[in-house]
Structures are given as structure tokens and as C-alpha cells.
């Protein structure tokens, strides 16, 4: 085979798995859908799956990518910033059926206690949801039981959305550096 068919052979299998993992709209479409939304009805949605976060491993899905020169003697481990590509199940158990992923960074933003900044993509990959993903950001103590933070946009089926995001740790090993989060969303759309 040639370079050229080489390329083109990828191109195509890139084109492909675009239109199979989600929605392929330009920018007439999200016109199109922007000049029909004054007819359409807001729904609320409510979503709950769990989030795990592996820092160690043979396939750790976070990694550390910056710190400040205080952060490993910080009790907090203030300045420490990570970028997360975590599984989303629909259950507690990592072999629970996969429905999409946590993509983003946190960071540690506390002197006082152990609380990171997020920045949160949950993609979603499959079923109704297929391509279509919501933005989190906020503030998350982690110490506390139940944490809050805004949904404040989304894409595809979540177009405009917005809402409110209650995290809970479900499960946390310091040995290993995991953690498994339960989320629970509900969320204004179209």
C-alpha cells in the first residue's frame, strides 16, 4: 500500500468513527436547531453514574502534569494539577457497562483543606446520549460527604444545558490512588 493510500485509508476510518460516536453537525444544522429551539419545550433529565479515577497502575487515567515547588511537603498538596481520562459506568464496578468518559483536570486550590478545581467533560458514548456530552465546573472539598458543582453548558443532546452536579465518594484507596465517585446530575435542556 502507499503513503497515499495509507492516508486515505485512516482519513476515512476517522470519518467513520466520528459519525459512529456521535453527532456530525455543522454549523447550518446547529443554526437550523437554533432557529427552531422558540418552539421547543425544556426537559429535565437526571442522570446517575460513577466515575473512576486510577492515579497508579499499570493504566493509571490520571496523571499529574504540574506542581508547585511546595506541593509534595503541602498538607493539602496545594498546586498539584491533574488531567483525568475517566471510565464512566453505570455502576460502582469498574466492569459495569461503560457509557462514556470524564475528561479534564483538577487541581488542588486549597491552603486550607483538601479541595480541587474542576473542569469537567462527562462524554457520554452510547445509547440516546451517543456524542453528546456536559460541562462541570466548580469547587470540590473532597472531605465533605456530598459535594456540589454547576452544570454549565453542554453539546448535542445537551445543547444550552445546564443544572446542578452531586458528587459523592464512593470508594477511596490512598494505598492505591483511586478513587471511585458517584454522580448524580440534573439537568435543564432542550
Known amino acids: 500500500m502507499g503513503k497515499l493510500t495509507t492516508v486515505l485509508v485512516v482519513f476515512t476510518m476517522i470519518i467513520a468513527l466520528r459519525a459512529a ?4 453537525e455543522g454549523p447550518k444544522e446547529v443554526e437550523d436547531w ?5 418552539h421547543a419545550r425544556e426537559k ?4 446517575r453514574f460513577y466515575f473512576h479515577d486510577f492515579l497508579q497502575g499499570k493504566t493509571p487515567t490520571t496523571v ?31 466492569t459495569s457497562e461503560l457509557v462514556g468518559r470524564a475528561h479534564g483536570f483538577y487541581s488542588s ?12 467533560n462527562f462524554v457520554f458514548g452510547g445509547g440516546e446520549y451517543n456524542g453528546s456530552s456536559l460541562s462541570v465546573l466548580g469547587y470540590n472539598p473532597v472531605m465533605n460527604v456530598y459535594r456540589e458543582m454547576p452544570i454549565v453548558g453542554g453539546s448535542g443532546a445537551f445543547r444550552l444545558a445546564r443544572g446542578v452536579a ?5 470508594a477511596f484507596n490512598f494505598t492505591q490512588g483511586s478513587a471511585i465517585v458517584e454522580v448524580n446530575l440534573v439537568v435543564l435542556h432542550y
Open 64 to 94: 499529574r502534569v504540574a506542581q508547585a515547588k511546595m506541593t509534595d511537603t503541602s498538607p493539602t498538596i496545594f498546586g498539584e494539577v491533574n488531567m483525568m481520562d475517566d471510565p464512566l459506568t453505570v455502576g460502582p464496578k469498574i
Open 109 to 120: 486550590s486549597s491552603q486550607e483543606e483538601i479541595a480541587y478545581h474542576c473542569a469537567i
Open 166 to 170: 452531586t458528587l459523592t465518594t464512593y
Open 44 to 47: 429535565i433529565t437526571k442522570l
Open 21 to 24: 460516536h456521535g453527532k456530525s
Open 34 to 38: 437554533w432557529q427552531n429551539l422558540n
